[in-house]
């Protein structure tokens, strides 16, 4: 498998934001995503990273390629040891927000991918996976 189509970054800044949506949009590009999907896909992959430093402080992204038959697609995954989630059905509702944010995170990123699962327990930390398969 090609080093482009996985790889981690640690999150400790919001510098590592902006790296973390250029190694996202450099995958997506070269996995054959076109420009609607890319934005999507790095649109979400900004928003899951923001709440990693916003919420938990620090944490990893992870992505790779994935595939499911003759399907392929981009996996991100967003993991943290900060406070959890509470209640994960409230959290994706669009409005709901814990934070100064406009609660749009978690569930705009679901609409803008095709999978989207979250793990999450208080006071251990949130997994976020999400996917986005390539059109044929």
Known sequence: MN??????????????IVIARKVV??????LGFGITDVTRIVTT???LTRNIYHYAKS????WREVNHGTDT????TFEDQGPGIPDIDKAMEVGFSTGK?????LPGSKRLMDEMT??????????????KWLKK
């Open 3 to 16: 080093e482009l189509y996985q790889g981690e970054i640690r999150i400790t800044s919001e510098n590592e």
């Open 25 to 30: 949009r450099d995958a997506a590009t070269a």
């Open 45 to 47: 992959a900004s928003e």
């Open 59 to 62: 944490g990893v992204v992870y």
């Open 73 to 76: 697609g981009l996996e991100l």
């Open 101 to 105: 944010g406009m609660g749009l995170g």
């Open 118 to 131: 979250i793990e999450s327990k208080v006071g251990i930390g949130t997994t976020v996976i999400v996917r």
